[in-house]
């Protein structure tokens, strides 16, 4: 609260901000729910001894109930729920003239704070869809309260990040209210998360694994590679190839989306018609795309890209700046490649079908870009000052 906007010392407000996390788990009264996001699972054993890009998911979720969370969540289902909010709109905007073409991604808060105060002219082009973070914090306090029999104002939300940005999204504005009380009550870092661990006196290695809850845990290799650079793009792209042409891509490895080249751009052939899309991570940059797009807007005729990625931190969320210290891009590279495994590990690769994200449609929200998916996964943006 107070100390996050006053008091420059990081460590006084990371300190507060754990003692009311801890407060709310001794709470008998209060139910804690916790997610995590892709690429938390791929650097925090790095606090612990591990190799950069080890996958430690399982044993995350058993510290997280042995701190003391009644109820496991993943960031990744709700990655999911965002490619098919996200890549919905896509099509709409591309086949049915429904907004303006290219698309920006929305995931990223550090770059919608970028847009809202630097790019004025493309607010109407980036996703209204909300980051996977926010829309797990809706989906939490509305579908998931309702079915658990949970009454939502008694629900403590914490969400464990890579990212220190994700710390501002979550108060954003009343949209990130859209349950009817904040949607996320707080956020952790990677690093914070760890030093919880060590506080419980958890010995992190000799964990046993365990499963998320159910519904809003189990994830797809989509979901999972949104925390590398690029993993939005082919998770989108996966869905909105099969949306399109009514069948799977053959190959789903889309790899001109992966690497740390600073501005990817690929050409896709979606039924004969021509996707051109960019990834670029790092806000330094990203003004040069901007600046391609406006030029582009300026002479008219066909857009130079139709879908952009943009991520602020070098290398997408592996390397947040919530994350362990010290990353280069030997790290950021073992991180993705971490993300690009469990994406190969799993059964089911592409959004569209993981059968939870399947299940909120039919018992919840109806279908994607439906009114209600967009009371509670969308959201707007203002333009706003460089400084005030
Ligand atoms: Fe946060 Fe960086 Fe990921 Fe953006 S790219 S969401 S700032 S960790």
Redesign the pocket.
Known sequence: GQCAVHCPVGAIYEAHGSRKIWDRLADPEVTTVVQIAP?VRVALGEEFGLEPGALSTKKIYTALRQIGFNYVFDTNFSADLTIMEEGTELIGRLLEGKGEIPLFTS?????VDYAEKNCHDLLPHVSSAK?PQQMMGAMIKTYWAEKAKIDPAKIFSVSV??????KYECKRDESMNSSGFQDVDSVLTTRELARFIKQAGIDFNSLAESEADNPLGPYTGAGTIF?ATGGVMEAALRTAYAVITGSELGDINFVPARGLQDVKEATVNVKGKDLRIAVV?QLGNVAAVVDAVRASKAKGGEPLYHFIEV???RG??V?????PYGADDEVRAKRATGLYTDDTKSEIRVSHKNPYVQQVYTEYLGKPNSEKAHHLLHTHYVKRPLYK
């Open positions: 690429a995931c990223c808060p550090a770059w980051s990040m890579p990212c220190t940005a994700k925390g991570h991520m602020a931190c997408g969320c390397s947040g700046g919530g994350q």
